[in-house]
C-alpha cells in the first residue's frame, strides 16, 4: 500500500468529501449497512494515498473508524456513530507536523496500537483502549525520519517499525521498543515496503530509492537507480513470487526482484 507524504488538517467534510471507490473485507461486509460500506471503502481509498491516514480496527465488526495527523501535530481517533464522524479522541500536540500514521497490534496481545512520526524525527505509540503513551523515542534523537513501516520481520510475536531515520534502517521490537538492529548503509527513501520478492522464504525491505534490504542483516542485496513513487507490490506472473511496481515520470515499472531486473 502507497500514500503521499502529508494530509492537511480539515474538517471531517473535508474528509467525506474525498471519495474514491475502494474494497471492503467481505468478513466485515455482513455485517455493515451500504452507508458504513461506502465510508469503509473511502477511509481505504485515503488510506491508499495519505501517510497520515489509516483505517483502525474497533472491536465492534459493525463500527467504522480511522486516524489521521494534522500539520498542527495532532493525531486524531475518528469513528462513525449515528450517522456522523466524531473525534472520539486526540493527541496532545506533538513534536511537529504528522508525517504518518499506523493502527497495529504491533505485540499480538489483541489491542491496536496508535503509531505516529512527525517531521523532527520523533515516534509515538499509544494503546488504544484507555489511549495511554506507551513510548516516545525521546533516547532515539533522530533529526528525521525518511520512512517508515511496521512488519513482521523476525518471526516473533511482536511486530517490528521498521525506521530510516537520519538515512539509516533500523527497526525495534513491538514490545519492549528497544532498537534490535541497525543498519549502516545510507538510504533516501520516501517510502519502503516488506515482502519476500526474491523467493528466499524471508522478507527484505525495499526502499523506492532503489535498494532491496536483507530484514535480518539490514545489508543490501542489490541496488539500482530507483524504483519511483509510490511503489506496490503485484505477482505479475503468477509464480507465487512478488515483483515490484513503481512510478517514473508518470508511467508504470515492473521490476522482478527475484531477477535483478526491470520487467518493463
Known sequence: ????????????????????????????????????????????????????????????????????????????????????????????????????????????????????YVSSGRIYVWESSEYELRWESVEERFEGIQAMIIADVDSDVALEMIVCADNKIAYYDGTEFYREREGRDFFDPTEMLVADVDGDLTPEIITNDGYIVDSSSLNIEWATDGFGSPISLFDLDNDGVLELVGEIGGSLTFWDIEDRREIW
Open 1 to 116: 500500500m502507497t500514500r503521499t507524504r502529508r494530509i492537511a488538517a480539515g474538517s471531517f467534510a473535508l474528509v467525506a468529501a474525498l471519495v474514491i471507490v475502494g474494497a471492503v473485507p467481505p468478513a466485515l461486509a455482513q455485517y455493515k449497512d451500504e452507508e458504513v460500506l461506502a465510508l469503509d471503502a473511502e477511509i481505504e481509498a485515503l488510506s491508499a494515498k495519505f501517510h497520515a491516514l489509516t483505517p483502525f480496527p474497533l472491536k465492534e465488526a459493525d463500527e467504522t473508524s480511522f486516524v489521521y495527523g494534522d500539520t498542527k501535530g495532532i493525531v486524531h481517533h475518528v469513528v462513525f456513530e449515528g450517522g456522523r464522524l466524531r473525534d472520539k479522541w486526540k493527541s496532545f500536540p506533538l513534536d511537529g507536523p504528522v508525517k504518518g500514521v499506523f493502527g497495529e497490534d504491533l505485540d499480538g496481545d489483541g489491542v491496536y496500537e496508535i503509531i505516529a
